[in-house]
């Protein structure tokens, strides 16, 4: 049966509540014992200069060290932190990386070594999923035997939430990203690519730890959601039934979120949380009603055959800087900078090519982006007309028949 556990961080100690969520699994050496090298995958996505924004959108680097630290105290491995970034940033992940906070840790723990894991490259592998046949994985990922998976809690404009399973796809390099969301193309096309990445490296995931600290909702997973102080640290050796547990604690039900709905049904995880044990805190004292993505809201109709019908599409609010993120990370292209009457950069979509996947929404560092449902726009916009039409058709009727 699969376990998950639930630690509440008192006092701000979570290096303490990241070690008592591990010793209820069991202790460390039961995930990690003789394993000369082991990778550490946060979520970096970005990292912004706003302090506030940057907590809420990458795992913390106190998770990361309490990783090292328990790591170290049992034997010394060569420890690697490392993640491929959301595409586009200036810098990439190397910048994303430096304002992370997380170099700290290379300068502190002698075994230590945090970097890009695009730096070595990528292997060409074949995935042979469902959906996804192959992917150019990190070469880091590949030659490492263990990986201690580290996600952030947090709402995602596309796949509803990203957690443990999701996290995976920063193992995933450079323009390979864009072409697999091109590939899923929708909501249930881009999470069973996910659920294929998960399978593929599944075995070297030996334990995955949550910093659900400050999470996030709304438009997440980016600089645009909300930060939500849940003050826990969650920590399963099953990704699935952690995140099905994090999603839980968030107010909806696992199976409503497909990453966790095809894991389940092709067997590589657990969902049901009535047969998940729950170890230290319990889900009735922590669970609180989490604000989803409107973009998400579609995945929850029951007739996913008229979801077109609610599509939402990203829209330019204000407050762009030009830093060519979401031009570089749109996996159709379709987004240019021009330069408005006031003199300003403004990013314009050509709506006819955008696939809805929100890259431009999530890798946003100043949150520039909302929503713009046109295709229910445009069938009240008919509707409405042809309730003019029936009204002037009966208002002649009646006149005629007279």
């Given at each position: 049966m699969s376990k998950v556990a639930i630690v509440k961080i008192e006092n701000k100690q979570i290096e303490l509540a990241v070690r008592k969520a591990i010793d209820l699994l069991g202790g460390i050496t039961k995930f990690i014992s003789n394993e000369e090298r082991v990778l550490l995958k946060p979520n970096l996505l970005s990292a912004p200069e706003n302090k506030e924004a940057l907590e809420k959108i990458r795992t913390d680097p106190r998770v990361l060290e309490a990783l090292i630290k328990l790591l170290m105290e049992k034997r010394s491995p060569k420890i690697m932190v490392g993640d491929c970034s959301g595409?586009?940033?200036?810098?990439g992940t190397k910048e994303a990386i430096r304002k992370s906070g997380y170099l700290v840790l290379e300068e502190k723990y002698q075994n230590v070594e945090v970097r890009s894991l695009e730096a070595r490259g990528p292997v060409h592998v074949?995935?042979?999923?469902?959906?996804?046949?192959?992917?150019?994985?990190?070469?880091?990922?590949?030659?490492?035997?263990?990986?201690?998976?580290?996600?952030?809690?947090?709402?995602?404009?596309?796949?509803?939430?990203?957690?443990?399973?999701?996290?995976?796809?920063?193992t995933i390099t450079g323009g390979d990203k864009t072409r697999i969301h091109s590939l899923g193309g929708t909501l249930n096309g881009f999470s069973q690519c996910l659920v294929d990445l998960y399978s593929f490296e599944r075995e070297k995931i030996k334990l995955n730890v949550m910093d659900a600290n400050v999470a996030l909702e709304g438009s997440g997973p980016g600089a645009a959601g909300k930060a939500v102080k849940m003050g826990l640290i969650l920590a399963s050796e099953d990704a699935v039934?952690?995140?099905?547990?994090?999603?839980?604690?968030?107010?909806?039900?696992?199976?409503?979120?497909?990453?966790?709905?095809?894991a389940h049904e092709q067997g590589l995880g657990e969902i049901d949380i009535e047969k998940i044990t729950i170890l230290g805190e319990q889900i009735i004292d922590h669970k609180?009603?989490?604000?989803f993505p409107k973009s998400a809201r579609i995945a929850f109709l029951p007739f996913q055959r008229f979801s077109k019908i609610l599509q939402r599409y990203p829209k330019y609010k204000s407050g762009c800087i030009n830093c060519q993120s979401c031009v570089k990370g749109c996996p159709e292209q379709v987004i240019t900078i021009i330069t408005n009457k006031k003199g300003e950069p403004q990013p314009r979509i050509n709506?006819?090519?955008?696939?809805?996947?929100?890259?431009?929404?999530?890798?946003?560092?100043?949150?520039?982006?909302?929503?713009?449902?046109?295709?229910?726009?445009?069938v009240i916009l008919v509707f409405s007309a042809l309730l003019v039409v029936v009204a002037a058709l009966i208002t002649f009727l009646v006149l005629f028949l007279r």
């Open positions: 595409v586009g940033e200036k810098g074949d995935i042979n999923g469902k959906k996804l046949k192959s992917a150019t994985v990190a070469k880091d990922v590949m030659e490492t035997k263990a990986i201690i998976n580290v996600p952030k809690m947090k709402t995602h404009s596309l796949t509803i939430f990203t957690g443990a399973v999701k996290n995976l796809f920063g039934a952690l995140d099905a547990v994090a999603v839980t604690l968030m107010g909806i039900a696992p199976e409503k979120v497909p990453t966790l709905r095809f609180r009603k989490f604000k709506l006819k090519g955008c696939i809805a996947c929100y890259t431009c929404i999530e890798i946003c560092p100043e949150a520039c982006y909302g929503y713009e449902s046109r295709t229910l726009r445009r």
